[in-house]
């Protein structure tokens, strides 16, 4: 079946402690992105990959690291995650990146984190 | 840069009455336009596009959506509602560059689907 999977599901944490929330697709995409979701905010993108070892800034990157090492993993790390954080996370890719390779994008289910 | 603005954060509305979802984007060149629904707990999925060719695009479960260009508007439309259909409603903008290069989804702040029995 074709998917994006995150984990965990659920994460509560406290401030300062490194973690990372874990994206990958079975779908051969290029191009994965992170979004967060917070109420009344919609979702905003934190950063995204055109492909292996390319990566870059989206709209909200402050406070978050990616990594691009394998087409089919895209993580994003908290290295010391604070109370403005805690917010509904998802992971998304597509085929491609540019226009002419457009297709549907796929969204995971969603990592909800509490930072305390 | 494009952005989009939906009108009403929460939209209550009776089963089987119709319901519009007002989208309205703000962009400089041709752009393509989503509606992604998200049920509770789960993530988005798209429900349908505008790319190109006719203006009226539809949905297998009954929603429909039509560009307008001069009003630069894509408002959601199902004339039936179901319980269902409750769900939050995101509508998205890409522009549609001619050339190369990566392109980025602009959401919407999303629209809350009440179906009241």
């Known amino acids: 079946e074709a998917q994006v999977t995150q984990n965990p599901r659920y994460l509560i944490t406290v401030t300062g402690k490194k973690l990372t929330v874990t994206c990958s697709q079975n779908m051969n995409h290029e191009y994965m992105s992170w979004y967060r979701q917070d109420p009344g905010l919609g979702l905003r993108q934190i950063y995204y990959?055109?492909?292996?070892?390319?990566?870059d800034k989206g709209d909200v990157p402050e406070g978050y690291k990616v990594s691009r090492k394998e087409k089919r993993n895209f993580p994003l790390i908290l290295e010391s995650p604070s109370p403005n954080q805690t917010s509904l996370y998802f992971c998304?890719?597509?085929?491609?990146?540019?226009?002419?390779?457009?297709?549907?994008?796929?969204f995971g289910p969603g990592t909800r984190l509490t930072v305390l | 840069a494009q952005s989009v603005t939906q009108l009403d954060s929460q939209v209550p509305v009776f089963e089987e009455a119709p319901v519009e979802l007002r989208c309205n984007y703000s962009?400089?060149?041709?752009?393509?336009l989503f509606w992604y629904v998200q049920y509770p707990n789960q993530g988005l999925q798209l429900l349908l596009k505008?790319?190109?060719?006719?203006?009226l695009v539809e949905s297998i479960n009954g929603f429909e959506a039509e560009f307008n260009k001069s009003q630069t508007s894509f408002h959601l439309r199902k004339p039936s509602v179901h319980i269902s259909d409750t769900a939050e409603y995101f509508c998205a903008v890409s522009v549609a560059y001619s050339g190369a290069g990566s392109y980025q989804l602009t959401f919407g702040k999303g629209t809350k689907l009440s179906v009241i029995p």
């Open positions: 990959s055109m492909n292996v070892e390319v990566t």
């Open positions: 998304a890719s597509r085929l491609g990146a540019g226009v002419s390779s457009y297709n549907e994008q796929f």
């Open positions: 505008y790319l190109s060719g006719s203006t």
């Open positions: 962009s400089s060149v041709s752009v393509y």
